[in-house]
């Protein structure tokens, strides 16, 4: 059995492929509340899950969206910053 690792590079950029208001989220994470979680399809074929972040009204399904790196939370009061991805619109 060997132990393969394949490594994949996307390019960020895909189309809203369906998304959900959600309002009441996970604990640790009220102060974002409402927020919209989406299903995005990468250029590339493959799906992700992902917050919308930027909007300035309600996403359309087929909108072109592009990854961007933004705060996720704060550990603790003076804790370290945790930063991932989330996905903007294409204006």
Do not use: C, H
């Not at 393969?4 to 590079?9: A, L, V």
């Not at 959600?22 to 927020?35: C, F, I, K």
């Not at 995005?40 to 072109?64: F, H, N, S, W, Y």
Request: zero cysteines.
């Amino acid at each position: 059995m060997t132990n393969e690792t394949n490594t994949y590079q996307f390019s960020g950029y895909g189309e809203l492929y369906s998304y959900t208001l959600l309002q009441d989220p996970p604990s640790g994470y009220e102060w974002q509340s409402p927020y919209v979680i989406a299903l995005i399809k990468l250029e590339e074929g493959p799906m992700v899950l992902a917050q919308l972040t930027d909007l300035d009204g309600e996403p359309q399904i087929g909108d072109r969206v592009q990854m961007v790196t933004r705060k996720l939370t704060t550990d603790g009061a003076t804790g370290m910053i945790v930063y991932g991805y989330k996905f903007r619109a294409i204006r």
